[in-house]
């Protein structure tokens, strides 16, 4: 038996605007309102509702189909204030039972590598958030980029969790495969580690509309029979992708839709698979083996480490000044400043610095506001100085 687990990354973060030295000290705000309510409008009219609406479809037609989300924080926000119906289509999905949701960092944030008190905070944030907007109390949760080590599942199993995922990286697995469940090495109450099928969910998310690759185009049915192939060498095909897959990414007029559309019939066609959410997974399955993860690990690039954030000198001087003004914010008792620094946190705002393939036109310039790494981290800079300034002024 084959459980598909489908899990879509939502998220949109708060993009700073062009922020230059001039405004420094003039009370100027640092969040760019006019182009985030644009590219959140174009997102949820090309991805979000066209893909809920199919997800719909598939519940009401595949008593069997299942599926899971999360949504960050500042996506949330954001649809609640400029895109409703979009937020409503979510909570239609929510309501059907077969729709899990899972908990992260409400901020999108890097805050455990830098803030356990603060990533803590964050995660309690985003859980009341999905209770008080869904009615939904998360049991498994996904940390910001799928960045994990040994450290973020015993912190996360202490604060209640039975199940963190990952990506299932080849220098973490080795010889052994993504399609079973595994024990963190330091698992103390049975937390449980699902890891992505990253070579699967990366046919759809990356490689779907790339007519160089060998096995373009990618059909439904020929996707089922790769997912079917693992009966007998696993019990779960994870498939993890960012929800902007569909529709952004990969455009309409790729097929991607029809193919989302027919995906699970196809799937269901064999009579050992089904639909299982991670919540439901962590429950049915036992650990084959424990999982020793000493270096954090993420999603990104071929190296899958923490480089595509954290990566050079801009990068590391922008978030220890971010990091290093924790104390000061929360004792200032300002809300505002509170709540423009957890908004600062967004790891977006470091991709946007990241150098490694800038000349190539990448992923990492998808969504991105800046022409340049080194611009992006001038007017990150320019708004700490801002903080600064403000702080000084709440003291005098």
């Keep these: 038996m084959v459980s598909v687990c489908l899990y879509f990354q939502v998220h949109?973060?708060?993009?700073?605007?062009?922020?230059?030295?001039?405004?420094?000290?003039?009370?100027?705000?640092?969040?760019?309102?006019?182009?985030?309510?644009?590219?959140?409008?174009?997102?949820?009219?090309?991805?979000?509702?066209?893909?809920?609406?199919?997800?719909?479809?598939?519940?009401?037609?595949?008593?069997?189909?299942?599926?899971?989300?999360?949504?960050?924080?500042?996506?949330?926000?954001?649809?609640?204030?400029?895109?409703?119906?979009?937020?409503?289509?979510f909570k239609e999905l929510a309501k059907t039972g077969r729709v899990e949701l899972l908990d992260e960092t409400y901020y999108h944030s890097l805050a455990f590598i830098y803030s356990k008190k603060e990533f803590q905070d964050q995660v309690k944030m985003h859980s009341s958030k999905i209770r008080k907007m869904f009615g939904k109390t998360p049991t498994v949760f996904r940390n910001t980029e799928l960045i994990y080590n040994n450290e973020i599942a015993n912190f996360v199993e202490k604060m209640g969790y039975k199940g963190v995922i990952a990506e299932g990286a080849d220098h973490i697995l080795g010889w052994r495969s993504p399609n079973f469940l595994y024990r963190p090495k330091t698992a103390a109450n049975g937390m449980k580690l699902l890891?992505?099928?990253?070579?699967?969910?990366?046919?759809?998310?990356?490689?779907?509309?790339?007519?160089?690759?060998?096995?373009?185009?990618?059909?439904?049915?020929?996707?089922?029979s790769w997912v079917s192939a693992i009966n007998g060498n696993g019990v779960c095909a994870n498939l993890f992708m960012d929800y902007e897959t569909f529709g952004e990414h990969q455009w309409e007029e790729t097929g991607i839709f029809n193919f989302l559309r027919h995906m699970p019939g196809e799937i269901l066609k064999h009579p050992d698979n089904d639909f299982r959410t991670p919540g439901e997974l962590v429950g049915l399955h036992e650990p084959?083996?424990?999982?020793?993860?000493?270096?954090?690990?993420?999603?990104?690039?071929?190296?899958?480490?923490?480089?595509?954030?954290l990566g050079n000198s801009m990068q590391h001087a922008a978030i220890r000044e971010l990091y290093g003004m924790e104390q000061e914010i929360k004792e200032s008792g300002d809300q505002d400043l509170l709540e423009e620094w957890r908004r600062l946190q967004t790891s977006d705002h470091f991709y946007y610095m990241c150098t490694k393939w800038f000349s190539d036109g990448d992923v990492h310039k998808y969504f991105n506001p800046y022409d340049s790494p080194y611009d992006a981290f001038i007017s990150y800079m320019n708004i700490i100085n801002d903080l600064k300034i403000r702080l000084k002024t709440k003291k005098i």
């Design 12 to 89: 949109q973060p708060y993009r700073i605007r062009n922020f230059t030295v001039f405004d420094i000290g003039n009370r100027a705000g640092y969040f760019d309102d006019e182009k985030n309510t644009t590219i959140l409008k174009r997102v949820a009219s090309k991805c979000y509702l066209p893909s809920n609406k199919v997800i719909l479809e598939l519940l009401d037609t595949h008593p069997e189909f299942k599926a899971s989300f999360s949504l960050s924080g500042t996506v949330l926000e954001q649809l609640e204030k400029n895109a409703p119906e979009a937020l409503d289509s």
């Design 195 to 224: 890891l992505k099928n990253y070579k699967l969910s990366d046919d759809v998310a990356f490689r779907f509309s790339e007519r160089s690759w060998s096995e373009w185009p990618l059909t439904a049915d020929k996707f089922a």
């Design 288 to 309: 084959v083996g424990e999982m020793d993860i000493h270096n954090l690990i993420s999603w990104a690039d071929i190296e899958r480490d923490l480089s595509a954030w």
